[in-house]
């Protein structure tokens, strides 16, 4: 039986490629396949964005090598970035809380 954080691994590499074969290039989100999967997955993420533009900015951010996709280790970059703010989030909550 996996563990609880093989589980999370392995949703994660579902999650991507299932939008990422949306458009027979599998392995890489373009632009649309990419403001897909954010609306679906991180829409809560999505909607605290002020910017309409958020999805393109995210997109150059990503991008890394410039070829206009995101590939799996630039979409990881992604989940990092937003499990450290949501980490930040989660003790600043504990220490209010007086939880440790």
């Known amino acids: 039986m996996p563990s609880e954080l093989e589980t999370a691994m392995e949703s994660l590499i579902t999650v ?9 290039k599998t392995g890489t989100l373009n632009r649309r396949e990419l403001k897909e999967l954010m609306e679906n997955e991180l829409s809560n993420f999505l909607k605290s964005q002020k910017d309409p533009a958020a999805v393109d900015k995210i997109m150059k951010d990503l991008d890394t090598n410039g070829d206009g996709q995101v590939d799996f280790e630039e979409f990881v970059s992604l989940v990092v970035g937003l499990s ?10 504990m220490k209010k809380t007086g939880k440790h």
């Open 84 to 93: 450290i703010a949501c980490e930040q989030c989660y003790k600043l909550h």
């Open 16 to 24: 991507f490629h299932r939008y990422a074969s949306k458009d027979g």
